[in-house]
């Protein structure tokens, strides 16, 4: 059996193939280092980087969505705390970018707030309007502001998504096609904002474990 | 400019540079003071943030400022590029440490290599670690050591742009990386050539670097996109970010 394990700051991914089987699932991170898990390959910031095992987040991403990439489409991750996107042309590398260094725009920020406001994320629906969240934390305070005059958490986070799927959609420098990985293909709200911008295709939470597992076969 | 001579310069031993001096000018003071020791004042040596630039500023030149000041007693001259060889904010500089007591010799190497086809490169080309052939580069601007021995190697990626602040950035790349922009000007000899520093091979995958808050990111991030390589500043020192992109880069390229 193989093992693949995306380990990010909230979240680990993991795939195990048997007999050619695939097995995907998520678990804590806070619980990834009580099972002592042996993996062949692994990527994310909660594991050391091992140079016989580790594999760097952007090279997984590329593998993970070649097919989309080599199709053209931009490919986004976005996750907990950063996020990054590489972009193909004719085939080949043609450009990539990785803002890890302020998470104050990113999953980790919306799981906090639907905690915080007791929302459930099923419950959010594309608005719209839309915050700036060029910086997070001074969208956050927007959110404050709304809800303070009366308006429901639920409108004013889905403002706040927007402005993350447009953000997204800037940094990715304005494509026309993009495939999007990690937990936010599950937060409909964030789809549907950034459909108003670009085609979306969202491939999921598995997408760097699956180029992973590309990468080890090649 | 007010000389001083080897007497009043007893407990004075270091001759002080940034950038390249002109030619003539180390020639001058290697024979004026043939015991000084000469310290590159663009190198980071540690020493205590004296904050005397504003926060957002060139790490290379708030190095030069701290370093100029800790080594103050024993500064016999700084010798200091003003001109397109170096950049406005040394020029600035200089005219504050001036005025802040320190020897300073203002000097302009906007030479133009006659002849860009006769320009000797051998450690740029050479197989050395990337790290180890900056630190040579730099250093041979004094010492002027003969590298011609150095064997040309095929390259596989390019590096552009000026030595780093931290130099371990470097350990990323493979041996067989050729080096571009203002490192390859000084190798040169020519480091205020436009056409040298602007050189890059377009068939080599190439990271544009530049330190945040310089002149020269307009550059770096022209020629990247114009050649599809990787623009990338760093501060002071890389973020696990920037070490990231350049990892992935050189893996994607």
């Known amino acids: ?13 993991i795939l195990k193939v048997e007999n050619n089987e695939k097995t995907y699932c ?78 104050s725009a990113t999953g980790a920020t919306i799981e906090m707030l639907l905690k915080f406001y007791n929302v459930d994320v099923k419950d959010l629906k594309f608005n719209p309007q839309k915050y700036s969240v060029t910086c997070g934390i001074f969208g956050l305070e927007k959110i404050m502001d709304d809800i303070a005059q009366g308006i429901n958490p639920e409108i004013a986070i889905s403002k706040f998504i927007h402005g993350i799927a447009f953000n997204a959609y800037n940094f990715a420098k ?14 409909n709200c964030f789809i549907d904002s950034l459909k108003q911008y670009c085609d979306v295709i969202p491939l999921g939470r598995f997408v760097l474990v699956d180029g992973l597992m590309a990468n080890d076969l090649m | 400019m007010q000389e001083l001579s080897q007497t009043d310069n007893i407990n004075k031993n270091i001759i002080a540079f940034w950038g390249y001096p002109q030619k003539a000018l180390i020639k001058e003071y290697k024979l004026k003071y043939p015991n000084a020791k000469w310290v590159d004042l663009d190198i980071d040596f540690k020493y205590p943030d004296l904050k005397f630039v504003p926060d957002a500023y060139c790490t290379i030149i708030k190095n030069i400022c ?17 001109g397109k060889d170096k950049c406005d904010s040394a020029y600035f500089i200089s005219e504050i440490l001036k005025k802040e007591g320190f020897n300073i010799v203002q000097s302009v190497f ?19 670690p990337l790290k180890e052939k900056v630190e040579i580069i730099t250093k041979n601007i004094y010492e002027q050591k003969d590298y011609s021995h150095l064997q040309e190697v095929k390259p596989s990626f390019g590096f552009w742009g000026v030595p780093p602040n931290d130099l371990d950035i470097l350990n990323l790349f493979p041996n067989n990386t050729e080096v571009f922009g203002w490192i390859r000007a000084v190798e040169a000899g020519y480091p205020g050539d436009w056409e040298i520093e602007t050189y890059v091979d377009e068939n ?22 114009k050649y599809q390589g990787l623009y990338i500043d760093i501060d002071t020192i890389p973020t696990n970010s920037a070490k990231a992109k350049i990892e992935a880069f050189l893996k994607l390229r």
């Open chain 1, 174 to 187: 304005n494509p026309s096609k993009i495939c999007i990985s990690g937990g936010f293909c599950e937060n």
């Open chain 1, 1 to 13: 059996m193989k093992t693949y394990i995306d380990a990010g700051t909230t979240w680990t991914k």
């Open chain 1, 26 to 103: 998520v678990i804590p991170t806070k619980d990834l280092k009580t099972l002592n898990l042996k993996y062949n390959k692994c990527t994310g910031h909660s594991l050391p980087k091992d140079k016989n095992t580790y594999e760097n987040e952007v090279v997984a991403l590329a593998n993970g969505a070649k097919k989309y990439l080599e199709d053209d489409f931009i490919a986004l991750d976005l996750g907990s705390r950063d996020i990054k996107y590489v972009q193909y042309q004719n085939k080949k590398f043609k450009d990539m970018d990785w803002n890890a260094s302020c998470a």
């Open chain 2, 110 to 128: 906007e030479d133009k290599c006659p002849d860009l086809s006769k320009i000797e490169l051998p450690i740029s080309k050479s197989n050395l």
């Open chain 2, 66 to 82: 701290n370093n100029a000041f800790h080594l103050k007693d024993k500064i016999i001259a700084i010798l200091a590029p003003i």
């Open chain 2, 204 to 225: 080599l995958p190439t990271v544009f670097f530049t330190q945040a808050f310089c002149s020269k990111t307009a550059l770096a991030k022209y020629l990247a996109n």
